[in-house]
Each structure stands twice: as structure tokens, then as C-alpha cells.
């Protein structure tokens, strides 16, 4: 949030410069635009790579095998026995 706060201040104090019409093309300006325009896809290509990390596998495959140790896991010798006195109907 606070980087597209910044790039948005800035292209408003761009174009809040302007003289005359040529001074759109100004490389100030110019760069505000693109920043507008790039800031946004990285932010994205960012959060895309964080969930794919913190999704913890790069294939479902791997994904099936976490799975299986996190259940192994919390199924433990001595959960199996009262899980199994439990539901013994």
C-alpha cells in the first residue's frame, strides 16, 4: 500500500508541474506513468510467489505426500487406540 501511495503522489506532484502542454512528455512524467502502470503487475508477481511459498509444494504430488506425513502426524500410537475404542460401532 504505501508504494502505490508514493508513485501515486508523485505522478499528482507531475502533473501538478505542468507548464505546457510539451511538458507531458517530460521524463519525469513519463516515468510516473510507467511506474502507475508496473508497480501494480509486481505487486501481484509478488503475492503470487508468497501463496506459492507458503503453500509449501511445487507439486501436487509433494502436496499429496505433505498431507499424508501431516495425518500420520497428528494420528499418533496413542490417538489411534482411544480413536479406535471411540468408534468401535
Do not use: E, W
Amino acid at each position: 500500500m504505501l508504494v502505490g501511495t508514493v508513485v501515486y503522489v508523485n505522478a499528482g506532484t507531475q502533473l501538478a508541474s505542468l507548464s505546457s502542454a510539451k511538458d507531458v512528455l517530460s521524463p519525469g512524467l513519463l516515468a510516473s506513468f510507467v511506474a502507475l502502470g508496473v508497480v501494480p503487475l509486481i505487486a501481484r508477481k509478488i503475492l503470487q510467489a508468497l501463496k506459492k511459498k507458503r503453500a509449501g509444494a511445487s507439486s501436487p504430488a509433494a502436496a499429496a505426500a505433505l498431507v499424508a506425513a501431516l495425518g500420520a502426524g497428528l494420528l499418533g500410537a496413542s490417538d489411534a487406540s482411544a480413536f479406535d475404542q471411540t468408534h468401535a460401532d
